[in-house]
Nanobody
Framework: QVQLVESGGGLVQPGGSLRLSCAAS????????MGWYRQGPGKERELVAV???????NYADSVKGRFTISRDNAKNTVYLQMNSLKPEDTAVYYC???????????????WGQGTQVTVSS
């Protein structure tokens, strides 16, 4: 019902910046939350940042002060601005959305395909 399309990943040098985008489309009544997760080599998937419908945000301690999550509600799009990137930020980044298709629908989780972010000299 819902598709998440991610973009913006790539190769950057340490200290550089990237901005990831994720656009949700399909049958959407409301989006309760959107967030970004990542999975580095040999590691489990972890929450990076989440933004709630009222605008509140939460970040992993490892990215606080460097990453900023934001939303464009009119476009059902979430962004992750990543500054001062470090090699340990290297991972596949996944977009997640918590979506209601109708006013009385169950809340469902949807995931993007993931986009590779590599931080290296």
């Amino acid at each position: 019902q819902v598709q998440l399309v991610e973009s913006g990943g790539g190769l950057v040098q340490p200290g550089g910046s990237l901005r990831l985008s994720c656009a949700a489309s399909g049958r959407i009544f409301s989006i309760n939350a959107m967030g970004w997760y990542r999975q580095g080599p040999g590691k489990e998937r972890e929450l990076v940042a989440v933004i709630i419908s009222d605008g509140r945000t939460n970040y992993a301690d490892s990215v606080k002060g460097r990453f900023t999550i934001s939303r464009d509600n009119a476009k059902n799009t979430v962004y992750l601005q990543m500054n001062s990137l470090k090699p340990e930020d290297t991972a596949v980044y996944y977009c997640n959305a918590v979506v209601k298709a109708t006013m009385s629908s169950w809340v469902n989780d949807y995931w993007g395909q993931g986009t590779q972010v590599t931080v290296s000299s």
